[in-house]
């Protein structure tokens, strides 16, 4: 899902900033502001001389890759649809331009018809409408004028359209035009150089403006235990921060820094042996911004310490307080997070102790919606990921709402969806309807009527990310002939006080699961610091084993939304004895201190020699989300063995040997190059075919193949109820409810009981009589 935060933006700032771009295209010199300066707009320098600057024509995106679901689809005689794009701090753009794919009604007045390309409310080109080109798609080439493209941009399209020169209908069939979502924009850009402030964090190492993957560069003198743990909150937390846009993390080893752009370094010790940098004296854990020495408009953010523990203090003052530090360096005087973290209390996530407030979700703008045409409500959530919904109730909805009642026969409604499948939907009743109900007085077009409605919906349809979407369809009136006018002055809004309620609902989980691992970092993400995670690495880790621990640690931070300021890391075998964990194991090349698991793992990638097992999986041709999570289970049923000098990466999940429950994911390849596929599969994107799923996935190229499937043990805990009907089911499938078993026999003992008081009151009556 594409997300734009598009805040507002008043019209003096819009203009300020467009002077300010213009006279940085044109040389004029912008001083250095120094700390506590805004940093998006006055605190930067423009490089002087024209030829010193970097032009890039990197930004390609497409209307869909900026939020456009679907073609706008433009109807009536004035309507229009766009899109959102933003520029990062330290870019100012020197040219755009949109290639535009459209297709119009062969029945428009060619004379009063045409499409408007509007840049920040500006009419960027209009486009006539000839005759001989309606009904053909078509491209065109539009120059939008540069010095308009500001931080936050507005991209729309406007169609205008007649099909008469008498009395028409505003919304007339024949009035169409249709955009295109594949239409391409495309900018170059000028560098900007950023000051040395920490102020800006987390730019420009990350800027929330821009839509790409981040990657980012993690630069080392040395990559040991105690480093990578620090590295391991860093990217947790540049992983939280880049959300929906992935982040990966190339890595340097022996301080080589990289030739062009940003990065973050460690450095443990008083000298730092990286070329270009000079060596830190240090009092206590600290951290800079220093340019990049290859890239001037590079920067480099140190993390320093004198030893592991002072430069975990560094990399953990650095996540949780950057928003309070300032000027080009900070010495860390002391880190203390004042409380533990709890289970399943990550950010991200839906709390399961109280009902949530859509309010809490969203901010207010998004839950309105305007007009006749207006997008769909959507509210995204991110569910625990071991909620378990097997023969349980739906979830609840507490869903409020307003609308504006129409005058006359409509029938308008409001649809509930959810993930686009449909739910339910209300009426919007009309004033006259609301008086023949009894309401209370609607006199007028534009009041708003509050409603209230109680939704559920099943818990497997939420699970594990979802949208819930609310879709205002206004009926248009139609008035007669001549008398048609449209009155675009409806409103609809979902109120911020509607809840969702998770209450109720076990964690509880068939395991292995390594769908919820890839999309929700489960069991690993339970604890949003992962203080109950160790991940463990060869005793000489190759950079590609690094760089997929750290691309782990951003997914990771991505599906919770928090640092990972209390992940373990270990080296080598010893790390394999940490009971008390949750592992993550990542192995290439020479796996043989892995032997002890030789009996439980399901596959094997030894230099040339590989072993797999396979089941019924390879074979399942649509992936299905059921209550009963026993039903996608997929035993094996073979076992594969084979020499091939061929590039392939695996997931395997199973349980620690050392303590019942706990989890153990090993992420392993045959060789370093080979490791790449794995991080790479975390990702995803376009071309990849196949998810991570099941016990066993293998990888090769953007092939991701599930081979297995089997649920060996269970995480999290059942009251004893629920576990003797969960244990009983697994021997007679069709066995009802418990509940209902318990009701019938409750019945039985309590129909038998009575019959045997009546027959002993009968056999009394007797011998009281005598």
Not at 98 to 116: A, V
Not at 317 to 345: C, F, H, M, W
Not at 442 to 449: E, H, I, S, T
Not at 688 to 710: C, T
Request: charged content about 20%; glycine content about 8%.
């Amino acid at each position: 899902m594409k997300i734009s935060d598009k805040p507002a933006r008043p019209v003096w700032s819009t203009v300020f900033t467009a002077l300010l771009m213009v006279g940085a295209l044109g040389s004029v010199h912008a001083q250095t502001a120094g700390p506590g300066a805004v940093p998006d707009s006055v605190a930067l320098s423009v490089e002087p001389p024209a030829k010193a600057r970097e032009t890039r024509s990197d930004y390609v995106w497409t209307l869909e890759d900026l939020g456009a679901r679907r073609p706008f689809r433009l109807n009536g005689v004035d309507t229009s649809d766009r899109s959102y794009f933003d520029i990062r701090a330290d870019e100012v753009v020197n040219r755009a331009q949109l290639t535009l794919g459209y297709t119009y009604s062969p029945s428009l007045i060619t004379e009063l018809s045409h499409i408007n390309v509007l840049l920040n409310e500006v009419v960027a080109m209009t486009l006539p409408v000839p005759k001989a080109s309606a009904g053909k798609f078509q491209e065109q080439r539009i120059d939008l004028p540069a010095p308009l493209v500001t931080e936050f941009n507005e991209l729309e399209v406007q169609f205008i359209g007649h099909y008469t020169l008498e009395c028409e209908d505003p919304l007339h069939s024949s009035l169409w035009a249709n955009i295109s979502n594949q239409s391409t924009l495309e900018l170059s850009v000028d560098r900007l150089v950023l000051p040395n402030d920490l102020a800006i964090l987390p730019r420009p190492f990350f800027d929330q403006r821009d839509r790409r993957r981040l990657e980012l560069p993690f630069v080392f003198t040395r990559a040991d235990a105690g480093t990578l743990e620090s590295a391991g909150i860093m990217a947790s937390w540049f992983g939280a921060l880049a959300s929906y846009r992935g982040a990966s993390f190339p890595v340097s080893l022996n301080g080589n820094l990289p030739e062009k752009g940003n990065a973050i370094v460690f450095v443990s010790g008083n000298n730092p042996e990286i070329p270009g940098l000079a060596p830190t004296h240090l009092s206590g854990p600290a951290v800079k911004i220093v340019p990049n020495p290859k890239d001037q408009y590079g920067k480099l953010l140190v993390v320093m310490g004198r030893d592991h523990a002072e430069l975990k203090r560094a990399a953990q003052a650095l996540v949780l307080g950057q928003n309070a530090l300032s000027g080009s360096t900070a010495t860390i005087t002391g880190v203390t997070e004042l409380e533990p973290r709890k289970p399943y209390d990550a950010p991200n996530w839906l709390r399961t102790d109280r009902p949530v407030k859509f309010g809490e979700l969203v901010p207010p703008q998004a839950l309105e919606a305007v007009g006749y045409g207006a997008q769909p409500v959507r509210i995204p959530l991110r569910m625990p990921p071991d909620l378990f919904g097997w023969r349980s109730k739906a979830v609840p909805i507490d869903l409020r709402y307003t609308y504006s009642p129409q005058i006359g026969v409509v029938d308008s409604t409001l649809i509930f969806d959810v993930n686009e499948q449909f739910q339910r939907s209300f009426p919007l009743l009309s004033v006259a309807q609301l008086k023949t109900l009894g309401q209370k007085e609607v006199g007028v077009f534009n009041d708003v009527m509050p409603a209230r409605a109680r939704l559920q919906v099943p818990l497997e349809r939420l699970m594990r990310r979802s949208e819930l979407q609310y879709r205002y369809m206004y009926d248009y009136i139609k008035e007669g002939h001549c008398r048609d006018v449209i009155i675009d002055n409806v409103r609809g809004t979902i109120d911020p006080e509607s809840t969702i309620d998770l209450r109720g609902y076990p964690h509880f989980m068939p395991m292995p699961d390594l769908a919820a691992f890839s999309e929700t970092g489960f069991p690993f993400t339970r604890m949003a610091d992962l203080s109950e995670t160790a991940v463990v690495l060869g005793s000489s880790p190759a950079m590609e084993d690094i760089s997929t621990y750290l691309t782990l640690l951003g997914r990771f931070g991505e599906s919770t939304g928090y640092p990972a300021t209390a992940v373990s890391v270990a080296l080598g075998q010893g790390g394999l004895a940490l009971a008390d964990k949750d592992l993550v194991i990542i192995a290439s090349g020479d796996q043989s201190w892995l032997s002890q698991y030789d009996e439980r793992l399901p596959a094997v990638l030894q230099e040339a020699r590989k072993r797999f097992t396979t089941s019924d999986l390879q074979y399942k041709s649509r992936d299905w989300i059921t209550p009963d999570p026993r039903e996608v289970n997929r035993p094996v049923r073979a076992e594969v063995a084979y020499s091939s000098d061929g590039a392939n990466a695996i997931f395997a999940g199973f349980e620690s040997g050392l303590q019942p429950g706990r989890s153990i994911v090993l992420i392993a390849a045959g060789d370093a190059a080979s490791q790449m596929l794995a991080g790479q599969a975390l990702l995803g994107g376009e071309g990849y075919e196949g998810r991570i799923q099941g016990s066993l996935v293998a990888v090769h190229g953007k092939q991701i193949s599930p081979l297995v499937a089997d649920q060996t043990y269970t995480v999290g805990y059942l009251d004893p109820w629920r576990r003797l009907e969960w244990t009983l089911v697994k021997y007679w499938p069709g066995m009802p409810p418990l509940r209902n078993v318990a009701i019938v026999l409750g019945l039985i003992l309590g129909i038998a009981l009575l019959l045997a008081i009546s027959r002993w009151l009968r056999r009394r009556k007797p011998e009281r009589a005598k």
